[in-house]
């Protein structure tokens, strides 16, 4: 069975959402985990945090950035 890409507010401690995986985001946003990485390095991508020396995302920031990035006018 496939793991869920985006868990619910209510898994990990006190209604907190975890903490995602550049797997996970880049499952979500459906780019390859490469692109997640190019944006960060170019800032342009969603906010990640250094944990150790992993990174790790936090949902509501994702949802966050997508919306930005839709609020663009292309009409110009």
């Given at each position: 069975?496939?793991?869920?890409?985006?868990?619910?507010?209510?898994a990990?401690?006190a209604?907190?959402?975890?903490?995602?995986?550049?797997?996970?985001?880049?499952?979500?946003?459906?780019?390859?985990?490469?692109?997640?990485?190019?944006?960060?390095?170019?800032?342009?991508g969603?906010?990640?945090?250094?944990?150790?020396?992993?990174?790790?995302?936090?949902?509501?920031?994702?949802?966050?950035?997508?919306?930005?990035?839709?609020?663009?006018?292309?009409?110009?």
């Amino acid at each position: 069975m496939p793991r869920n890409p985006r868990p619910s507010t209510e898994a990990g401690g006190a209604g907190r959402a975890p903490l995602a995986t550049p797997e996970e985001v880049a499952v979500y946003l459906g780019v390859p985990v490469k692109t997640l990485y190019q944006w960060r390095h170019r800032r342009i991508g969603p906010n990640a945090l250094k944990v150790g020396r992993h990174l790790r995302y936090r949902w509501v920031e994702v949802d966050e950035w997508l919306t930005a990035q839709s609020a663009y006018d292309l009409t110009a």
